[in-house]
């Protein structure tokens, strides 16, 4: 077991508070990242682990491990990384969909999914109580010192990470302005979706 600290960081209670952490491994140490587990109180947390780095006998080097943790309000919280969980208690988390258009991501409270070739982020986006469709959700656009205004043109999306606790979807693209794009600035947008959140992060 490694320890985890948490110092006291809020006023109120973070009931499934989305955190990673990078672990380093002696060589030998650690062979797979296939029973890894944080534990809480007891209690084994959503957890999702990925081998970012090898040793030359093939064992990890650094581990890149994402879980949901309950921290308490107005309370340090120690939590612990189990390396040789059973993964008995694994729970549903986010799920990813690769469509003939694009990605549908399932978090439990929210759904979405994004489509290839538009020009919009989102095709369509339920919060469990509305339906937004893809009319809804304009942009980004940019607009330069001459007044250009840039429409945005996202190309395909891919999943560069999948798992329970967390999905990351990306997509290259590019700000087009004037006849046929004779301007243009690059981009590439991320979306980070966590199990049982109502919101994701978006990086442009």
């Known amino acids: 077991m490694i320890n985890l600290y948490f ?17 380093p491994f002696a060589q030998g140490e650690l062979a797979d990242a296939g029973h890894v587990g944080v534990v809480q109180d007891g209690k084994q947390m959503l957890t999702q ?15 890149f491990v994402r879980f949901l943790a309950d921290l308490p309000a107005n309370q340090k919280a120690v939590l612990a990384l189990d390396v040789s969980s059973s993964g008995a208690a694994v729970q549903a988390g986010v799920a990813v969909e690769k469509t003939d258009t694009g990605y549908f991501a399932d978090c439990g409270v929210l759904k979405f999914a994004v489509k290839n070739n538009s020009s919009h982020i989102f095709e369509m986006v339920d919060d469990g109580n509305r339906i937004y469709t893809e009319k809804q959700f304009e942009g980004p656009y940019l607009k330069d010192g001459d007044g250009c205004r840039y429409s945005c043109s996202i190309g395909e999306w891919k999943a560069v990470e999948t798992g329970p606790v967390c999905a990351v979807l990306a997509a290259k693209g590019s700000n087009l302005c004037g006849d046929g794009g004779k301007k243009k600035i690059d981009f590439e947008l991320r979306i980070a979706a966590y199990a049982g959140k109502p919101w994701v992060e978006v990086s442009y």
Request: aromatic fraction near 10%; glycine fraction near 6%; proline fraction near 6%.
């Open 49 to 63: 682990a990925k081998v970012t780095s090898r040793h030359k006998d093939g064992s990890v080097r650094y581990l």
């Open 7 to 23: 110092d006291k960081l809020y006023r109120y209670p973070r009931l499934g508070e989305p955190c990673s952490i990078a672990v």
